[in-house]
């Protein structure tokens, strides 16, 4: 068990418990289970304000859980979401976020709000949350580095468009130990 921790402008925004799969020098795979609860401090200046997930009430994970692959290094992850009741590979998440930075507990990073996401269903991706991006440059929460963000994911999108795959997709039929809380 680690503690995944968001941090914005120095301060712990947001944290929960995952569940550490595989760590080697090249991957380190963390799952998300359903019910794990999200920590939210009790103290700080927030100068962006409190994470959304706390102001819109979300205390814990639900669905099927989410699997997330980061390589060292790299500004995203590739998480793998499920949905029904046979839990059948639902798609491909591409959450643009700081690069992990390891702690004694854990990992820590900040989640940068642009993402792609690439249905099972559907020949290609899409971008999601481009206006609400948008929004948060103005609000100033990642100051300095929209375009950073901005380029990460037109490289992701560039290398989906070229056909690249730097996951193992067989990660899409991954389950979890029926015996991990």
Request: with cysteine; charged share 25%; proline share 8%.
């Amino acid at each position: 068990m680690v503690v995944r921790r968001e941090i914005l402008r120095g301060e712990v925004w947001f944290g929960c418990p995952t569940i550490c799969v595989e760590d080697s020098p090249e991957l380190l795979a963390l799952y998300l289970p359903p019910g794990a609860e999200f920590g939210f401090p009790t103290e700080g200046s927030f100068p962006c304000g409190r994470h959304p997930w706390q102001v819109a009430g979300h205390t814990a994970w639900s669905g099927h859980g989410k699997l997330m692959l980061q390589r060292p290094g790299e500004a995203h992850s590739v998480d793998v979401f499920w949905s029904g009741p046979q839990r059948a590979f639902a798609g491909w998440y591409f959450n643009l976020q700081d690069p992990f930075r390891r702690t004694p507990i854990g990992v820590d990073t900040l989640d940068h709000e642009l993402d792609l996401w690439w249905a099972a269903d559907v020949e290609r991706y899409v971008f999601k949350d481009v206006e609400l991006f948008a929004q948060r440059l103005e609000e100033g929460r990642y100051p300095g580095m929209g375009e950073a963000i901005r380029a990460e994911g037109d490289r992701i999108a560039a290398l989906l468009d070229a056909g690249e795959r730097w996951w193992d997709e067989s990660w899409s039929t991954w389950h979890p130990d029926p015996t991990w809380p």
